[in-house]
């Protein structure tokens, strides 16, 4: 099953204060989408399936995946976990209320059921 979604939105505050800017990812992309793994809450011992497809647009990091585990594809076909997240390492950032995020390694995509930017979400689906 194939999903896509916004794993970042840009310029929008998340729970914890900090906001993503627009660029924040460009050195991680030039590694391509196979190098980021696709995990299931964040856990790195529960990879559920690969990053096909990522690229900052106008919104924020895009993502496609494809998912091979069983129960993460139940999961978000029925709509009960829709929530995309990201793992990262802060390279450059500014300010402290908001923190604005202005480079980013790129660590991981995660399906999660509770996004730290409410914003990031699988929008479509496809068996």
């Known amino acids: 099953m194939r999903f896509a979604g916004y794993a970042a939105v840009f310029d929008r505050p998340d729970r914890g204060g900090?906001?993503?800017?627009?660029?924040?990812?460009?050195?991680?992309?030039?590694?391509?989408?196979?190098?980021?793994?696709l995990l299931w809450q964040h856990d790195p011992a529960r990879p559920i399936g690969r990053v096909?497809?990522?690229?900052?647009?106008?919104?924020?990091?895009?993502?496609?995946?494809?998912?091979?585990?069983?129960?993460?594809?139940?999961?978000?076909?029925?709509?009960?976990?829709?929530?995309?997240?990201?793992?990262?390492r802060v390279r450059g950032a500014r300010g402290d209320g908001p923190r604005e995020l202005t480079e980013l390694e790129l660590v991981e995509v995660s399906l999660v059921t509770l996004p730290m930017q409410p914003r990031a979400r699988v929008h479509m689906v496809e068996a």
Do not use: H, M, N
Not at 25 to 34: P, V
Not at 64 to 77: F, P, Q, Y
């Open 52 to 88: 096909e497809y990522l690229k900052e647009d106008r919104r924020g990091l895009r993502v496609i995946g494809r998912l091979v585990d069983a129960r993460a594809t139940r999961l978000v076909k029925a709509g009960a976990v829709r929530g995309l997240s990201f793992g990262y």
């Open 18 to 37: 900090d906001v993503v800017r627009a660029g924040a990812f460009a050195r991680t992309l030039g590694r391509g989408a196979g190098a980021v793994p």
